[in-house]
Nanobody, 121 residues
Framework: QEQLVESGGGLVQPGESLRLSCAGS????????MSWYRQAPGKERDIVAS????????NYADSVKGRFTISRDNAKHTIYLQMNNLKPEDTAVYYC??????????????WGTGTLVTVSS
């Protein structure tokens, strides 16, 4: 059974930091492109950051560039999101996502159930 479990969310004040973790199991983690998404109340779910299977390619949403860092540890089957200088607009449920591509014509993707980050105003 494919599973992604997020952790590390919580309540912080503006300017503070949090580190989120996502542990994957039940799939070939080293082949997966991993991403963090977030969804604020009443808003669409948007991508925050992504990292390729080896970590060679990393992308960030403009809203978090310079503040957030995505990383991965394939030996631990885990990705991280270091969030610095948090702002109230970062408040959202953060979701972990995995996409495993087996061939150009075959891929699977999986979602975690989310962890809540609240930045007080």
């Amino acid at each position: 059974q494919e599973q992604l479990v997020e952790s590390g969310g919580g309540l912080v004040q503006p300017g503070e930091s949090l580190r989120l973790s996502c542990a994957g199991s039940g799939f070939t983690f080293s082949r997966a492109e991993m991403s963090w998404y977030r969804q604020a109340p009443g808003k669409e779910r948007d991508i925050v950051a992504s990292i390729s299977s080896t970590g060679a390619f990393i992308n960030y949403a403009d809203s978090v560039k310079g503040r957030f860092t995505i990383s991965r540890d394939n030996a631990k089957h885990t990705i991280y999101l270091q969030m610095n200088n948090l702002k109230p607009e970062d408040t959202a449920v953060y979701y972990c996502h995995a996409e495993v591509r087996y061939s150009p014509d075959a891929s699977d993707d999986y979602w975690g159930t989310g962890t809540l980050v609240t930045v007080s105003s």
